[in-house]
Every structure is written in structure tokens, then in C-alpha cells.
């Protein structure tokens, strides 16, 4: 099967940040404030696929006001933050077609949320187990493009990229 015919149908983009939206990396200030980077093409694309009417969920681990600043304001709704059951929130989405969905995760604490959706992702830095249960490795790099690379395919699949 075509890799690229996995993507016509996807209405609904989910994504974890750290290691997707951010290359994983953590600059750690002297407050204790940890600051990261996100790639400004993956929030253009972000915000071009809420234009076209695509679903963009965030469930990230991790916690920051700034990163939930940055995602809301691309106009993300559905951002959650701090999560420890991952499984337990994508469960509870409403009117979310989890077979057109695409995850993107990198690391250990997507590995049972990554097989609950019909195109499971990963950067190409993702750790080895959650590439072997990805039906789609982006060649980019997580924070490097990587989203824009998954949400690009879809809408111009679909006639939907500006």
C-alpha cells in the first residue's frame, strides 16, 4: 500500500510537544523556568489546517503556560497540558474519528496512545519502539518541521494547502 493514500482521509491531527513541536530540548534557567523552541513553519501549517477546518489537538506531558500561550494562540482549542493518561484523554474527545486521526509522538509516554489512532507517526528522531509502531517516520526531525511535513501531505492530498 502507498504510504501517502494513509493521509486522504485524516481529519483530525493530534500531537505531543516535547520531541514533535520542540526538538526535545529543555534550556533550563536560573529560576528554574524551562524555555523551548518550536519551528514557526509547523505553527503556519497548524494554523493553515484550523483554517481548512482540520482538528489540531495537543496532549503533551509537560507543562507550560508560554507553550500553551503559543498554541492557543495559532488557535488550537483543544490543548491539554500536564497530562499523565494520555490514553484516557484521547478517549474523552468528542466527535474525534480516532481512524482519521494522525498521532505524532517521539518517545516512551506515547507508546499506548500512538496505537489508538488509523495513522500513527513519528519524527525521525523518534526512539526505536515508537518508530517500529509508526506507519509514517517524517524524515524531519522533531522541532524541525516535522508536523508541518504530516499536515502538508494531508491538505494537499485533500486540494486544502494554501
Not at 503556519?44 to 509537560?62: L, R, V
Request: glycine residues 10%; neutral net charge.
Amino acid at each position: 500500500m502507498n504510504v501517502l493514500s494513509l493521509f486522504k482521509p485524516i481529519k483530525h491531527f493530534i500531537f505531543d510537544v516535547d520531541g514533535v513541536l520542540t526538538d526535545g530540548t529543555l534550556l533550563v534557567e536560573g529560576s528554574g523556568h524551562l524555555a523551548r523552541t518550536m519551528h514557526a513553519r509547523d505553527g503556519y501549517a497548524m494554523n493553515a489546517a484550523i483554517k481548512k477546518g482540520y482538528d489540531i489537538i495537543i496532549i503533551t506531558g509537560g507543562k507550560s503556560e508560554a507553550v500553551e500561550k503559543r498554541l492557543r494562540g495559532l488557535g488550537i482549542e483543544q490543548v491539554f497540558i500536564g497530562v499523565k493518561d494520555k490514553v484516557a484523554v484521547l478517549n474523552s474527545l468528542k466527535n474525534v474519528d480516532l481512524e482519521k486521526s494522525i498521532y505524532m509522538g517521539d518517545d516512551m509516554p506515547d507508546y499506548d496512545v500512538i496505537q489508538k489512532v488509523g495513522l500513527p507517526t513519528c519524527p525521525q528522531d523518534a526512539c526505536n519502539e515508537i518508530k517500529d509502531l509508526s506507519k509514517y517516520i517524517s524524515p524531519i526531525n522533531g522541532g524541525k518541521g516535522c508536523v508541518r511535513d504530516v499536515i502538508e501531505k494531508v491538505l494537499k492530498l485533500n486540494n486544502d494547502w494554501l
